[in-house]
T-cell receptor
Framework: GAGVSQSPSNKVTEKGKDVELRCDPI?????LYWYRQSLGQGLEFLIY????????KSGLPSDRFSAERTGGSVSTLTIQRTQQEDSAVYLC??????????????FGPGTRLTVT | GNSVTQMEGPVTLSEEAFLTINCTYT??????LFWYVQYPGEGLQLLLK?????DKGSNKGFEATYRKETTSFHLEKGSVQVSDSAVYFC?????????????FGKGTKLTVNP
């Protein structure tokens, strides 16, 4: 079946512009995670969704970052007034359930964001 | 807080050599431990996992044992192949409020030469 998809695969934007990154999780997966992969910071957690709600936003680096999820499916990560330090690969992952059983997280191919 | 420390690379080996990538963790409670792999041009994928002390995860000839006494989860493979060339990430998760967010190490790049 289809895996996690993300779009666009690459995005180049000018400093100060807003960007939207999209994630389509595996159908039926209730949990959705956003991570960021950068040379300096490695792989960092950003936000977790269970259904449409986000009980854990602890990884969002500033209030310029926000995310939503609709219909328990597609999620959009929005970065306002982009800065050069926002340049990174943004990864989305989905998982069939949550809880203590440590279900596997399935990762998308990522969106490479470059802020010039 | 929770953290993962893994050996820095890059690691370069010849085919059929023995591989060890060290990973230690700091966490409260009883985390689950993972190795993820990122092949060139591909996304992250789970290689193996262990959810409790003394569990051994294994896949594709790779193994790692959850050692609570040394807070370690070292990755090993007896005979590497060129196709194992990739970046390997050690990670932990600890269920909190339903979230099982992953905390990753910095990654270790492995190159296997024929």
């Amino acid at each position: 079946g289809a895996g996690v998809s993300q779009s666009p695969s690459n995005k180049v934007t000018e400093k100060g512009k807003d960007v939207e990154l999209r994630c389509d999780p595996i159908s039926g997966h209730t949990a959705l995670y956003w991570y960021r992969q950068s040379l300096g910071q490695g792989l960092e957690f950003l936000i977790y969704f269970q259904g449409n709600s986000a009980p854990d936003k602890s990884g969002l680096p500033s209030d310029r970052f926000s995310a939503e999820r609709t219909g328990g499916s597609v999620s959009t990560l929005t970065i306002q007034r982009t800065q050069q330090e926002d340049s990174a690969v943004y990864l989305c992952a989905s998982s069939p359930q949550t809880g203590g059983s440590s279900y596997e997280q399935y990762f998308g191919p990522g969106t490479r964001l470059t802020v010039t | 807080g929770n953290s993962v420390t893994q050996m820095e690379g890059p690691v370069t080996l010849s085919e059929e050599a023995f591989l060890t990538i060290n990973c230690t963790y700091t966490a409260t409670g009883y985390p689950s431990l993972f190795w993820y792999v990122q092949y060139p041009g591909e996304g992250l994928q789970l290689l193996l996992k262990a959810t409790k002390a003394d569990d051994k995860g294994s896949n594709k000839g790779f193994e790692a044992t959850y050692r609570k006494e040394t807070t370690s989860f070292h990755l090993e493979k007896g005979s590497v192949q060129v196709s194992d060339s990739a970046v390997y990430f050690c990670a932990l998760s600890r269920s909190q409020g339903g979230s099982e967010k992953l905390v990753f190490g910095k990654g270790t790049k492995l190159t296997v030469n024929p």
